[in-house]
Each structure stands twice: as structure tokens, then as C-alpha cells.
């Protein structure tokens, strides 16, 4: 083979693997129905340039971490060639880990369950899979220009995702994902609406370590929610026999 196609040809593989070694982090935006009022109202309005950023989205080569921005935790990994790890050291709500080679998403529950008596429960399960239809629909968003796709997920909800396929990863935040391009703004009816408020991309590699806690598998998930919620009957001081729910037994 020639010399100078061989060259061609390295120099092509290189930077096909630099570029998928790249880390990229994005910072969100979360409102919400209880706290912001009707959302499909507030996405018709101007939204202001300098808000304040309340979710971190970090991705790296198929694998992702999504969380609140103040327990995002970055720290370099002197065992790992001096590269960098992200996890979470407390969750005050949930956080999502997806790996797409391994088709493994894992929900840190963090202090949610700490009623139950439970700390750092941990739900493992493949990824979802989500039946997006892309429509004609356009806008800019955060200054990219991007395309609306909407699903309906396994509960019924309808979700509106805008995607840009100029930031080539098919990733977004908590268990979206799937889309030719990187998720900028979501909305889960009228209940939630994340918006991407800065992107930002560099060529060290990033590990992302998977969630430690007491790991549950999704039915054994459910089973305990189920447990921990069902009514149970106490007896009130005053001798009458009352239900509540949401208590161990």
C-alpha cells in the first residue's frame, strides 16, 4: 500500500478516536409545574439568557452521568492514566448513570428512601427504549440549531425532546436518550422542562463510574416500592384503629 494513503488513512483513525474520546458537559436548567407554573406557557416565552443552571449532564464515549449540578463531584483518577472520574457523593434527588455498551442504566435514589430506612438505593436495569417520531419542527436552542421529537413513555407520559445533530452523541438528560443527536431541551408534559443553558467539550478522557448503594434489579425494585408504600394499620393513642401508607411494616 502507498505510503502516503497509509499516512491518510492513520491520521483519519486518530482523530475518529479522539473524537470519540472527547468529553462533553452539559449544564441544564430544571423548571417545574409546581414551582414555575404552566410550562407550555413558559416555553413560548423568552427565556432569560442568565439563569442559573440546576443539572449536569457528563458523557464520554457511550457512557453518561446525569445529576444536580452541586453533587457532581470531578476528581482525577491518578490509578487510570490521569484521567478524570465524575460521580456523586450525596444525592439529594435522583441521579442517572446509562451505558450504552453495556445497554445498563442505573438510578441513584440517593436520600429519597431515607424514610424507609434506606440510603443510596440503587435501581439497575437495560436502557429504555424509546419509539421517537421526528417531526418537521425547528428552533434554536442555546445556539444550536435543533429539531423537535416526541414519545410517549411506558407510563403514558408525552414527552417533547428537541435534539441537535450538530453535537454528535445520542444522549440527554436522566433516562433520555436515542436520538441522531444530543437531547437540549425535554419536557415531560406539563410537569417538567429541562433546557440547556451551556455546552462545553474537551479532549480528556472522562470515566464515569457506575453508582454503589444497594443495587436492586427492576423487579426486585418494584417489589420493595411496593412494600415500603402499601397501608398499614396502627393502632392511634386513642384507641382507634387507623391506615397509612407509605411506612415499613
Not at 67 to 78: I, P
Not at 79 to 93: D, F, G
Not at 170 to 196: C, F, K, R, S, T
Amino acid at each position: 500500500m502507498n505510503i502516503k494513503i497509509i499516512c491518510v488513512l492513520f491520521a483519519f483513525l486518530n482523530g475518529y478516536v479522539s473524537c470519540w474520546s472527547q468529553t462533553y458537559t452539559i449544564h441544564y436548567k430544571l423548571y417545574s409545574e409546581a414551582n414555575d407554573g404552566d410550562l407550555n406557557e413558559l416555553n413560548k416565552k423568552s427565556i432569560d439568557k442568565n439563569i442559573t443552571p440546576d443539572r449536569i449532564l457528563t458523557y464520554c464515549d457511550g457512557v453518561s452521568f446525569f445529576s444536580a449540578l452541586q453533587e457532581s463531584k470531578e476528581t482525577l483518577d491518578t490509578e487510570n492514566n490521569n484521567n478524570y472520574s465524575i460521580s456523586s457523593s450525596r444525592n439529594i434527588v435522583a441521579s442517572t448513570y446509562k451505558n450504552q455498551k453495556e445497554n445498563l442504566m442505573m438510578t441513584n435514589f440517593g436520600d429519597i428512601f431515607a424514610s424507609f430506612g434506606e440510603k443510596n438505593l440503587v435501581l439497575s436495569r437495560p436502557l429504555y427504549k424509546f419509539d421517537w417520531e421526528v417531526t418537521n419542527k425547528t428552533s434554536t436552542i442555546s445556539g444550536y440549531a435543533c429539531t423537535l421529537a416526541t414519545t410517549i413513555t411506558e407510563k403514558g407520559k408525552k414527552i417533547l425532546a428537541w435534539y441537535t445533530d450538530e453535537i454528535p452523541i445520542n444522549d440527554g438528560v436522566g433516562m433520555y436518550w436515542g436520538l441522531p443527536g444530543l437531547i437540549l431541551q425535554l419536557q415531560i408534559e406539563n410537569q417538567e422542562l429541562y433546557i440547556a443553558t451551556a455546552i462545553k467539550q474537551n479532549n480528556k478522557k472522562t470515566t464515569l463510574k457506575k453508582p454503589k448503594g444497594n443495587i436492586l434489579q427492576h423487579k426486585d425494585f418494584d417489589a420493595y416500592v411496593a412494600e415500603m408504600t402499601k397501608p398499614q394499620t396502627i393502632m392511634a393513642p386513642d384507641g382507634k384503629v387507623k391506615r397509612i401508607s407509605g411506612s415499613r411494616n
